[in-house]
Each structure stands twice: as structure tokens, then as C-alpha cells.
């Protein structure tokens, strides 16, 4: 089991840059796929990134690719999303996640692990 809590949410203008972070407990997190998902009021919660186990493949939505970029470190069982050139529109709870299916990390994490997520708010 996994368990999964983010932080370096926060409030900043558009344009403007944030780091997420997500600790993860249990020694087999290195054996997890992981992601970040994002849910904005009155929508569906959304892939934004995911990372293979060892970080060497990641996978991007459009609408974040080229401004975001996700990391992993095994040793320390943090993920990352580095997050620039940061839109109004990407202000949203974002959620870390950890899967065993690439599919599924990449998709919806169906019957995956989630943290509690991280309020990010762009203002214009």
C-alpha cells in the first residue's frame, strides 16, 4: 500500500511558476508508476503527467506539455511537477497518484492510489 501527500500548492499570478511536491510512504513506492491528476470546479478530474519507475519515460497532456515537467527521486520517494508559464486556466486541485498499469496512470488511475491533493490557483 501507498500512501501519497502533496504540498507546494499556492496562490500566483499567470505566468508565474510553482513546484509540487509528493511524499510517498512504504519502501516499494520505486515499484509504482506515478502521475498528477488536476480537477477545476464543475469539471472532471484530468491526467496532466505520469513517469515510468525509473523516470527515464514520461507522458504529457497537450495542454501542460512544454510548461510542465514531472520527476521522480526513488531514493527520497518524491515526485515532482514543475510547473511554468503558469495560465489562469490551470488553477485546479492537483492530485498525486501511483499505479501499477502505465494505462491506467495515464488515463484515469483507476483503482490506483491518490493523495489529498494541493489547491493551485493562477490568477490573471
Known amino acids: 500500500q501507498v500512501q501519497l501527500v502533496e504540498s507546494g500548492g499556492g496562490l500566483v499570478q499567470a505566468g508565474g511558476s510553482l513546484r509540487l511536491s509528493c511524499a510517498a510512504s512504504g519502501r516499494t513506492f520505486r515499484s509504482y508508476l506515478a502521475g498528477w491528476f488536476r480537477q477545476a470546479p464543475g469539471k472532471e478530474r484530468e491526467f496532466v503527467a505520469a513517469i515510468s519507475l525509473s523516470g527515464a519515460n514520461t507522458r504529457y497532456a497537450d495542454s501542460v506539455k512544454g510548461r510542465f515537467t514531472i520527476s521522480r527521486d526513488n531514493a527520497k520517494n518524491t515526485v515532482n511537477l514543475e510547473m511554468n508559464s503558469l495560465k489562469p486556466e490551470d488553477t485546479a486541485h492537483y492530485y498525486c497518484?501511483?499505479?501499477?498499469?502505465?494505462?491506467?496512470?495515464?488515463?484515469?488511475?483507476?483503482?490506483?492510489?491518490w493523495g489529498q491533493g494541493t489547491q493551485v490557483t493562477v490568477s490573471s
Open positions: 497518484a501511483a499505479s501499477t498499469s502505465w494505462l491506467r496512470i495515464t488515463t484515469t488511475n483507476d483503482e490506483g492510489y
